[in-house]
């Protein structure tokens, strides 16, 4: 059965500071990764997500993540917070043509001036 | 850009009572989804839609729980006796064919006295 993990329930960061969320994954074939963003009163917007190819990939909003095999992780980063980034981020798995996506429990990303 | 639309955004209903909630996916998507998400926890799948039936189930989704396609445009979630374990996000989810890629309405918040 897939699982996704998110080992950090909340994170505070400074404006301007880097931010990295990580994000394990248990999956039996090849997985589709996702990261979505949920802001106050907000849904659920997709960030990036990672099919195959570059193991690097770029979202929306400045975010990159990683998706390494060996270690089962897929991490969020992002260069420099602004305060509109707090919000919480879910990472997610799929796989091809399986559109039911399994969710981690959730990172809540504050943003201290 | 097109949006996946939810309504109620809030509803407050007494034990027992039935509820409609309603969606109006992207218009050209043909794989429907609803997800949940009680507060503090991941957020989690309950059904898919294709072809105007059920394509799969979670076990949360049981008997007291139906989805529809009313017409060419809504697609609703009914719990027909409401608990107050019912209390959550429910997250309305479109797709098309091949895109891979779930897109989210902003949900409604089922209170349940």
């Known amino acids: 059965a897939q699982s996704v993990t998110q080992p950090d329930i909340h994170i505070t960061v400074s404006e301007g500071a880097s931010l990295e969320l990580r994000c394990n994954y248990s999956?039996?074939?090849?997985?589709?990764l996702f990261w979505y963003v949920q802001s106050p009163g907000q849904g659920l917007q997709l960030l990036l997500k990672?099919?195959?190819?570059?193991?690097l990939v770029q979202g929306i909003k400045g975010f990159e993540a990683e998706f390494k095999r060996s270690q089962s992780s897929f991490n969020l980063r992002k260069p420099s917070v602004h305060w509109s980034d707090a919000a919480e981020y879910f990472c997610?798995?799929?796989?091809?043509?399986?559109?039911?996506?399994?969710f981690g429990a959730g990172t809540t990303v504050t943003v201290r001036a | 850009e097109p949006e996946v639309t939810q309504t109620p955004s809030h509803q407050v209903t007494q034990m027992g009572q039935e509820v409609i909630l309603r969606c109006v996916p992207i218009?050209?998507?043909?794989?429907f989804y609803w997800y949940r998400q009680i507060l503090g926890q991941k957020v989690e799948f309950l059904v898919s839609?294709?072809?105007?039936?059920?394509?799969?189930k979670s076990e949360i989704f049981d008997d007291q729980f139906s989805v529809e396609r009313p017409d060419g445009s809504n697609f609703t979630l009914k719990i027909r006796s409401t608990k107050l374990e019912d209390s959550a996000m429910y997250f309305c989810?479109?797709?098309?064919?091949?895109?891979?890629?779930?897109?989210f309405g902003a949900g409604s918040r089922l209170t349940v006295l």
């Open positions: 989810a479109s797709t098309s064919s091949g895109a891979n890629v779930l897109t």
């Open positions: 999956y039996g074939a090849t997985p589709y």
């Open positions: 990672y099919f195959s190819g570059d193991t």
């Open positions: 997610a798995v799929g796989s091809f043509n399986d559109y039911k996506l399994s």
């Open positions: 218009s050209n998507h043909l794989y």
């Open positions: 839609f294709y072809n105007n039936e059920i394509s799969e």
